[in-house]
Nanobody
Framework: QVQLVESGGGLVQAGGSLRLSCAASGRIFSSAIMGWYRQPPGEQRELVATITRTGTPNYADSAKGRFTISRDNAKNTVYLQMHSLKAEDTAVYYC???????????WGQGTQVTVSS
């Protein structure tokens, strides 16, 4: 059974920080592009950041300079460190594991991030 479990969301004031974690199964984690996506209220899901198996990150413009994605292969965990949070960062944040070659695309249940201004 494959599962992605997010944690670390919550309520934070504007300008504050949060670190999200996503624990994945070892089988898929070792070969997947891991990513964080978010869905603001009433909006479509959008990319925040991705990271390859070897640690190469990619960020949406909204995340550059404020968010950092990282992965710990020994712990099968991907992180999203968020600083200087803004009200517009409020969303449900989803962990994603993707491998086009092996034809899988998995999503976690999501964790709520609410930024108050």
């Amino acid at each position: 059974q494959v599962q992605l479990v997010e944690s670390g969301g919550g309520l934070v004031q504007a300008g504050g920080s949060l670190r999200l974690s996503c624990a994945a199964s070892g089988r898929i984690f070792s070969s997947a592009i891991m990513g964080w996506y978010r869905q603001p209220p009433g909006e479509q899901r959008e990319l925040v950041a991705t990271i390859t198996r070897t640690g190469t990150p990619n960020y949406a413009d909204s995340a550059k300079g404020r968010f950092t994605i990282s992965r710990d292969n020994a712990k099968n965990t991907v992180y999203l460190q968020m600083h200087s949070l803004k009200a517009e960062d409020t969303a449900v944040y989803y962990c994603n594991a993707n491998n086009a070659l092996l034809s899988y695309n998995y999503w976690g249940q999501g964790t709520q991030v609410t930024v108050s201004s």
